[in-house]
């Protein structure tokens, strides 16, 4: 995350001194030449000088996207996105999709009150997100102490909702968190209760020493089996105009009804639910034929926040939904 912060800003320096350069020097900006010299310029400073030894930082592309330009930075298995202006004076390290916001801002609030789901002598949980959602985020910061609290007394499955609006990072993601379900489930909550709070896969993977070999052949296979890169580079086989699908989970999304991240799914029926630790053990734990010693305990009330990081927010229930 240290480099991330000092490449965001360094990144900052080296491309609006460049941009300035070629500006004042020609008194335009934006030609092909100038654009592969801020990138050549860039890049070589930042391996030079701002991360570890053997880190090979690249910078991918420079793409022009609403009156400015838009620029994706490579480092290891992150990407960093940060946006310039077009006369090369003003750098921006991110931007808020007023597009998205406003999507989140028209979808129906769930209700306050949690419903009751069916009961089990083992209830099964699902939880469908999308894994760079802000409130796919927020409801796994809610459920996962209750996970932790009930452990093997439930049947926790974390899916996926079937389209991607994040990118090519959010693809990469979902599939290594599928493969770290599949293949080492004991790994799961520890390797998600560190990434929710930084969004850093490999400091992530390192910290809960998941095997990073057999978790490429894993991605590798999936990736494969489901065509997930393959869909995601022909828009001829996407199902909305504005977001490639990804399909591990797709029967399950079609039958539950699956609209957003996060959507909830307990003993097989859809429910709504604040999204703090104690309301959802309560949901939970409603739905046991008999409940454990555990659903005694209590748990925070405060809603986490959306999106990385720790703290709280607002109880909203708002989804990433398409």
């Not at 095997?211 to 086989?237: G, H, N, R, Y």
Request: aromatic share 8%.
């Amino acid at each position: 995350m240290q480099d991330k912060k000092i490449i965001a800003i360094s990144l900052a320096l080296v491309t609006i001194m460049a941009g300035a350069y070629f500006y004042s020097t020609n008194g335009k900006f934006g030609s092909a030449a100038q654009m592969e010299a801020i990138k050549a310029k860039a890049e070589k400073f930042i391996n030079a000088n701002l991360v570890s030894p053997g880190t090979d930082a690249k910078i991918k592309s420079i793409t022009e996207e609403s009156g400015v330009y838009k620029i994706y930075v490579s480092v290891g298995t992150q990407e960093i996105v940060s946006y310039l202006s077009k006369d090369g004076k003003e750098f921006f390290p991110q931007v808020i999709s007023m597009e998205e916001a406003a999507q989140a801002s028209q979808t129906p609030s769930a209700q306050n009150t949690n419903q009751n789901a069916p009961k089990s002598d083992k209830p099964s949980v699902e939880l469908f997100v999308m894994s760079y959602c802000p409130y796919g985020l927020q409801a796994e910061k809610g459920i996962l102490p209750v996970v932790d609290l009930l452990e093997s007394k439930i049947d926790f499955q974390l899916k996926f909702v079937d389209y991607a609006m994040h990118g090519d990072k959010e693809i990469d993601e979902n599939l290594r968190q599928y493969c770290i379900q599949k293949d080492a489930p004991g790994k799961l909550n520890a390797y998600l209760s560190c990434f929710i709070k930084q969004g850093d896969a490999t400091a992530c993977l390192a910290a809960t020493k998941i095997d990073s070999s057999a978790l490429a052949s894993c991605v590798s296979q999936t990736d494969a089996e489901f065509k997930i890169k393959a869909k995601a580079a022909d828009k001829s086989q996407w199902r909305t105009d504005q977001f490639p699908p990804f399909d591990i989970y797709q029967a399950d999304n079609a039958k539950f009804g699956v609209q957003g991240s996060p959507t909830l799914v307990i003993n097989g029926t859809t429910v709504n639910a604040s999204r703090d630790p104690q309301s959802l053990l309560n949901l939970v734990c409603s739905a046991f034929n008999e409940q454990p010693s555990e659903c005694q305990q209590k748990l925070s009330i405060s809603a986490p926040a959306a999106g990385f990081g720790e703290g709280t927010g607002s109880a909203a229930t708002t989804q990433c939904e398409n």
